[in-house]
């Protein structure tokens, strides 16, 4: 039992480890999509 639970740990660490490597991609979008919509108000706002 000690064994399997230490493989399903491996694997949720594995599993993270390979989110984290791909979050990196599509995080870079939200952000310039959130930069998109945070800028666009200003202009709005300073005209």
């Not at 599993?15 to 991609?25: E, H, I, N």
């Amino acid at each position: 039992m000690a064994t399997d639970s230490w493989a399903l740990a491996v694997d949720e660490q594995e599993a993270a480890v390979k989110s984290v490597l791909s979050k990196p991609v599509p995080l870079p979008r939200k952000q310039m999509k959130r930069r998109k919509r945070t800028e666009l108000p200003n202009p709005y706002s300073t005209s």
